[in-house]
């Protein structure tokens, strides 16, 4: 079966790095989509991307954020100067059409900011 | 007033209760509606799309009520197996953007 793929499946970092998490999308999915749950808390949803371009965000998207699809097959979130409150679960997701379709999820990257 | 609400639960029940839970949703133009599941510090799993007419899949049975806004899960014969949080989940506008609900918690219990 298909899946979502991410790595890492957790990454540890200081405060003020820059990281990217990176994903792989189902192979003939066209929108691209990250999550994000803080522990104990619900899944948050923070950008929608397809067709090279953003389609949505939310207001916890801000400028530290961004989204890339480097190539034709990675799907890349990057938060360029991490901050302790950025720790969560960041769970990448796809789906071949963006209304009633399904959303796949990976298993998530578990970010840690000391 | 929350985009999706959800009793947190926890839900505790014996093997081969029946247990259901319920969600309400403010957004009344939302157009698609969801069921996942989710397992402790694991991804989402699509449990089940929700429909208006109310669908079913084995011993799940999922309900939509739009003039409420009020979706519901029923499960029957629960097993070990089904212990885990339950998240509505709604697509308010065809844009793909999910808001969750903060998940019921379900515990089956020998």
């Known amino acids: 079966e298909p899946e979502v793929t991410q790595t890492p499946s957790h990454q540890v970092t200081q405060m003020g790095q820059e990281v990217i998490l990176r994903c792989v999308p189902i192979s003939n999915h066209l929108y691209f989509y990250w999550y994000r749950q803080i522990l104990g808390q619900k899944v948050e949803f923070l950008v929608s991307?397809?067709?090279?371009?953003?389609?949505?965000k939310s207001e916890i998207f801000d400028d530290q954020f961004s989204v890339e699809r480097p190539d034709g097959s990675n799907f890349t979130l990057k938060i360029r100067s991490t901050k302790l409150e950025d720790s969560a679960m960041y769970f990448c997701?796809?789906?071949?059409?963006?209304?009633?379709?399904?959303?796949?999820f990976g298993a998530g990257t578990r970010l840690s900011v000391l | 007033r929350k985009e999706v609400e959800q009793d947190p639960g926890p839900f505790n029940v014996p093997e081969g209760a029946t247990v259901a839970f319920n969600c309400t949703y403010s957004n009344s133009a939302s157009q698609s509606f969801f069921w996942y599941r989710q397992d402790c510090r694991k991804e989402p799993k699509l449990l089940m799309s929700?429909?208006?007419s109310g669908n079913e899949d084995g011993r799940f049975t999922a309900q939509l009520n739009r003039a409420s806004q009020y979706i519901s899960l029923l499960i029957r014969d629960s097993k070990l197996s089904d212990s885990a949080t339950y998240l509505c989940v709604v697509n308010p506008s065809n844009t793909g953007k999910l808001i969750f609900g903060q998940g019921t918690t379900l515990q089956v219990k020998p």
């Open positions: 929700v429909y208006s």
């Open positions: 991307f397809y067709n090279n371009e953003i389609s949505e």
């Open positions: 997701a796809s789906s071949s059409d963006r209304g009633g379709n399904i959303q796949y």
